[in-house]
């Protein structure tokens, strides 16, 4: 057993920076290629079920896996706190590699049913709740202080590059192979992530010398524990705030309201595709300026000063006259969100204790994954009643709620990043 839980202090603390040390590499690739998976799992999903099914049944498909991932979520940070972020991890990308093998060899054998197209999506569902909160927790647990602000942006870049290289993936292995075939190289991106994730040293947790925390109380009184943790920090409990009220306001008009706007405009698919890649490619630029940069100076002040730009800009979008402005407007807050919201992320990381990581974690997915998503058929029905105009600006105005949240506070303003050398907060 003390073989397979490693920990961080066979190298001295700070001794590389973090995109020259091997543990975080092999831990930054496992994640491409679970995450690569994910977007190849969702083409395959959603393309069977438009094979078997009409629009009533795929969209009950596609929304099935957001029912247990939103109840469970909270949970999964109990779990992962508990039972540890490692272990869980890894069982998390095992359980998902092995179910959608299962279902691969089903299709092959038959057609896929709706049923069993319903099956997968609530067992990823319920796998995610508990994944996405120990996943999410792991940079401060694989690196030092002073390099966590880097890392997230490693890791926001990973996540952009499998948006763009999961769905084209996914597109070519249902075209020439059929549904079998996809789900069955969805299970292998999966299983090529388990023997890199084994081999991923984790830092211990202060007063223990491993990697699992000690027992808690029983699973409620953790999760009450977590919360009550979090809305009594000066600095997560703003941030957490100001991401539940912002991500509410601003992703139902970036996505839905995205779509209906080009519809409005007569700009078509491309032009949607046009506004998606320039917001793409700014929340890339964002994250390659902390990779490259590590932790900024007055982290605090620029993420208030960021948020503001893309409240605005997100509202502006519906009010440009072009489809090149509308680009330009989507680059430019692709850049100041995608950088925002990793210093937030880092921040949050660096402020919290680590035995509360995987709660604080499942708070902050929740408000991302859960709540936020409840905006769309609430923008998509108040832009077909009075267009896309004044949506888009009464949903940027909501969000610039969560940019005075952030104003407001002290702690949010002078927070700072850890410098190289630094102690940990």
């Known amino acids: 057993m003390a073989s397979l839980v490693k920990t961080a202090h066979e190298r001295p603390a700070g001794l590389r920076p973090a995109y020259r040390d091997g543990n975080v590499l092999r831990w930054l690739a496992a994640f491409t290629l679970s995450l690569v998976g994910d977007g190849v799992y969702f083409v395959a999903l959603g393309w069977s079920a438009q094979k078997v099914a009409g629009p009533t049944e795929v969209g009950l498909v596609m929304a099935a896996g957001a029912l247990p991932r939103a109840l469970l979520m909270l ?75 880097r890392l997230t942006g490693m890791k926001s870049l990973s996540m952009r590059f499998s948006q763009i290289v999961g769905p084209p993936i996914g597109g070519l292995t249902m075209g020439f192979g059929g549904a079998a075939t996809t789900f069955a190289v969805a299970g292998l991106l999966f299983a090529l992530s388990l023997p890199l994730l084994l081999t991923v040293r984790l830092r211990p947790l202060a007063g223990h010398g491993h990697e699992r925390p000690a027992a808690g109380a029983v699973p409620g009184t953790g999760l009450v524990d977590g919360l009550r943790y979090v809305r009594r920090h000066r600095l997560i409990g703003p941030l957490v705030v100001v991401t539940a009220i912002t991500e509410l306001g601003l992703i139902g008009i970036l996505n839905v309201g995205m779509v209906l706007l080009n519809s409005e405009r007569g700009w078509g698919p491309s032009g949607y595709g046009w506004i998606v890649s320039g917001f793409g490619a700014g929340a890339a630029a964002g994250a390659v300026l902390l990779t490259i940069a590590g932790g900024l100076p007055r982290a605090g002040r620029l993420f208030v000063g960021t948020l503001p730009v893309g409240c605005v800009g997100g509202a502006a979008i519906a009010l440009v006259p072009s489809l090149p402005l509308a680009v330009a407007l989507a680059t430019a807050v692709g850049a100041a969100m995608g950088l925002c919201g990793s210093l937030g992320n880092a921040l949050v990381q660096t402020a919290a204790d680590p035995a509360y990581l995987g709660r604080v974690t499942s708070v902050v997915m929740l408000s991302v994954l859960g709540l936020a998503p409840l905006s769309y058929p609430l923008v998509g029905a108040a832009i077909g009643a009075w267009g896309a105009a004044p949506v888009f600006v009464g949903c940027g105005a909501f969000a610039g709620i969560g940019a005075l949240v952030a104003l407001r506070s002290a702690a949010v303003r002078q927070a700072e990043l850890p410098r190289a050398g630094s102690a940990s907060p």
């Open 75 to 149: 949970g999964g940070g109990v779990a992962a706190d508990r039972w540890g972020l490692r272990r869980v991890v890894i069982a998390g990308d095992s359980v998902r590699c092995l179910f959608i093998l299962l279902v691969a060899a089903f299709v092959a054998v038959t057609a896929p049913a709706v049923w069993i197209l319903v099956t997968l999506a609530l067992v990823f569902g319920a796998v995610d709740a508990l994944f996405v909160p120990a996943v999410g927790a792991l940079p401060p647990r694989m690196t030092t202080p002073d390099q966590l602000a």
